[in-house]
T-cell receptor
Framework: GNSVTQMEGPVTLSEEAFLTINCTYT??????LFWYVQYPGEGLQLLLK?????DKGSNKGFEATYRKETTSFHLEKGSVQVSDSAVYFC?????????FGTGTSLTVIP | EPEVTQTPSHQVTQMGQEVILRCVPI?????FYWYRQILGQKVEFLVS????????KSEIFDDQFSVERPDGSNFTLKIRSTKLEDSAMYFC?????????????FGSGTQLSVL
């Protein structure tokens, strides 16, 4: 079947620290991969995506590379800010459906 | 940027009661979805809706659930007789011009608590 597994949180980092949130997937065929972010009190928003192997999605200083050999799509940012505090969801699409992970809560402290 | 609006943000109900969760999708969107997230679990697909009918639904979406677009702007999810296990955050989403557009716009969710 299709599923996404992401690292459990919560994650707490100091401002300017390096961030990695791990995500691995199981899917038939070649899914598209996404990271969505949910800021407090808001809906899920698309952060970045990659549609084929070796593609790198990037936005707002965040990056993730579609690794087919390791079935992974880890989210990274070199220097986090307090404003990055949110819940991050890894997801894939197959057919007409999205499959989400459980979400990883990130808190960045000044 | 246009947004999807959900009301109420929190809903508390007694087991066995009917609830209606409301959503106003982005006005020119054609595809509408409901997802839910039970605390600590994954965000799960419930149902998709296009052209005034259900296009796809998951195993979770049984006879207790129904969706409706009553007036061309609202998109509602009804649970006829709530159970304790229906307690979750329910997210509405909409997308534009394709049945599986890769950019879903989500609302901020309705937290449903069944007592």
């Amino acid at each position: 079947g299709n599923s996404v597994t992401q690292m459990e949180g919560p994650v707490t980092l100091s401002e300017e620290a390096f961030l990695t949130i791990n995500c691995t997937y199981t899917a038939t065929g070649y899914p598209s991969l996404f990271w969505y972010v949910q800021y407090p009190g808001e809906g899920l928003q698309l952060l970045l995506k990659a549609t084929k192997a070796d593609d790198k999605g990037s936005n707002k200083g965040f990056e993730a590379t579609y690794r087919k050999e390791t079935t992974s799509f880890h989210l990274e940012k070199g220097s986090v800010q307090v404003s990055d505090s949110a819940v991050y969801f890894c997801a894939l699409t197959r057919g007409n459906q999205f499959y989400f992970g459980t979400g990883t809560s990130l808190t960045v402290i000044p | 940027e246009p947004e999807v609006t959900q009301t109420p943000s929190h809903q508390v109900t007694q087991m066995g009661q009917e609830v209606i969760l409301r959503c106003v999708p982005i006005s020119n969107h054609l595809y509408f979805y409901w997802y839910r997230q039970i605390l600590g679990q994954k965000v799960e697909f419930l149902v998709s809706f296009y052209n005034n009918e259900i296009s796809e639904k998951s195993e979770i979406f049984d006879d207790q659930f129904s969706v409706e677009r009553p007036d061309g702007s609202n998109f509602t999810l009804k649970i006829r007789s709530t159970k304790l296990e229906d307690s979750a955050m329910y997210f509405c989403a909409s997308s534009g011009d394709r049945g599986y557009s890769e950019k879903l716009f989500f609302g901020s969710g309705t937290q449903l608590s069944v007592l």
